[in-house]
């Protein structure tokens, strides 16, 4: 789970589904997960985690193709 706790990453699930959309759920639950997995203390805060997660992701399927 890396260093952050189940609510916190719960809580960035939530807001980008909100966002985004339940279509995106899955995704989102995924991408959240990894990038949780791998943020270390350095990355940044919880806050730095929240704001990273919700400005990167990328809901649109034509913005998403084009990266």
Do not use: P, Y
């Amino acid at each position: 789970m890396g260093i952050f706790s189940k609510a916190t990453i719960d809580q960035v699930v939530s807001t980008l589904i909100e966002t985004h959309g339940a279509d995106q759920a899955e995704r989102i639950e995924r991408g959240v997960g990894q990038v949780a997995a791998l943020w270390k203390e350095a990355d940044g805060t919880e806050e730095d985690f929240h704001r990273f997660c919700t400005e990167q992701f990328v809901g649109e399927e034509d913005a998403r193709k084009e990266l």
